[in-house]
T-cell receptor, first 111, second 112 residues
Framework: GNSVTQMEGPVTLSEEAFLTINCTYTATGYPSLFWYVQYPGEGLQLLLKATKADDKGSNKGFEATYRKETTSFHLEKGSVQVSDSAVYFCALERGTYKYIFGTGTRLKVLA | NAGVTQTPKFQVLKTGQSMTLQCAQDMNHNSMYWYRQDPGMGLRLIYYSASEGTTDKGEVPNGYNVSRLNKREFSLRLESAAPSQTSVYFC???????????FGQGTRLTVV
C-alpha cells in the first residue's frame, strides 16, 4: 500500500543552520508529493508541492525535489530562523482522494 | 478568505455522550475529509467524501459517522464517545485530483 516515512524528531538547530528533513514514500504510479507545516495550535498549511518526477517545489526558502529513483522528497532550507519552529509533515496523494501523511517532524530553532 | 471552518475549537465530553463536529468550506471543492491527529501517529483518515452525495471509510472509521450535507458542509458524529477518541480532529477539502488539501484549524476533543 501507499505510505510515507519521515525522519523522527525532534530536530533542534541553531538559527542560520542548514536543515534537512528526510521523507521517503511507497506508492504505485506517480503520486503528488507535499510538505505541510503546522504551527502550534493551528491547522496544517501547505508549504510546497511537486506533482511529477524531478519537479522542485519551493516556498519561503524551503525546497524539496521529487526523486522517483530514490522515492524521496527531502525538505531543505539553507538558513533556518526561530520562526521556522513547527511540525513538518510529508504527504502524498495518488489520485484516490486519500492523502497519506508521515508522522511529522518537530523542528525547534534556537536563537 | 475563510477557507475551511471547523466548529467547535475545543470540546470536553463524558464517556457515552454524543456530539457532532461541523465543517464548512467556501472554495467550491468537491472533496472533503476528516482526520484525527494523535501524538507520534501523524494524521489518520477517518472518512472522506470524494463528491457531494458520497462518503467512504478511511483508515480509522470505527466509532464515527459522517454526513455530506451539501457541497460545502461535511460533519463528523461521535454517537457514544470513548476516551480513545480523545484527539485533535481536522477537516480538510481539496479540488481536483493531485492538488493540495486545505485544512481547518482543528477541534481539540477530550473524552473523560
Amino acid at each position: 500500500g501507499n505510505s510515507v516515512t519521515q525522519m523522527e524528531g525532534p530536530v533542534t538547530l541553531s538559527e542560520e543552520a542548514f536543515l534537512t528533513i528526510n521523507c521517503t514514500y511507497t506508492a504505485t504510479g506517480y503520486p503528488s508529493l507535499f510538505w505541510y507545516v503546522q504551527y502550534p495550535g493551528e491547522g496544517l498549511q501547505l508549504l510546497l508541492k511537486a506533482t511529477k518526477a524531478d519537479d522542485k517545489g519551493s516556498n519561503k526558502g524551503f525546497e524539496a525535489t521529487y526523486r522517483k529513483e530514490t522515492t524521496s522528497f527531502h525538505l531543505e532550507k539553507g538558513s533556518v530562523q526561530v520562526s521556522d519552529s513547527a511540525v513538518y509533515f510529508c504527504a502524498l496523494e495518488r489520485g484516490t482522494y486519500k492523502y497519506i501523511f508521515g508522522t511529522g517532524t518537530r523542528l525547534k530553532v534556537l536563537a | 478568505n475563510a477557507g475551511v471552518t471547523q466548529t467547535p475549537k475545543f470540546q470536553v465530553l463524558k464517556t457515552g455522550q454524543s456530539m457532532t463536529l461541523q465543517c464548512a468550506q467556501d472554495m467550491n471543492h468537491n472533496s472533503m475529509y476528516w482526520y484525527r491527529q494523535d501524538p507520534g501517529m501523524g494524521l489518520r483518515l477517518i472518512y472522506y467524501s470524494a463528491s457531494e452525495g458520497t462518503t467512504d471509510k478511511g483508515e480509522v472509521p470505527n466509532g464515527y459517522n459522517v454526513s455530506r450535507l451539501n457541497k460545502r458542509e461535511f460533519s463528523l458524529r461521535l454517537e457514544s464517545a470513548a476516551p480513545s477518541q480523545t484527539s485533535v480532529y481536522f477537516c480538510a477539502s481539496s479540488g481536483v485530483m493531485n492538488t493540495e488539501a486545505f485544512f481547518g484549524q482543528g477541534t481539540r476533543l477530550t473524552v473523560v
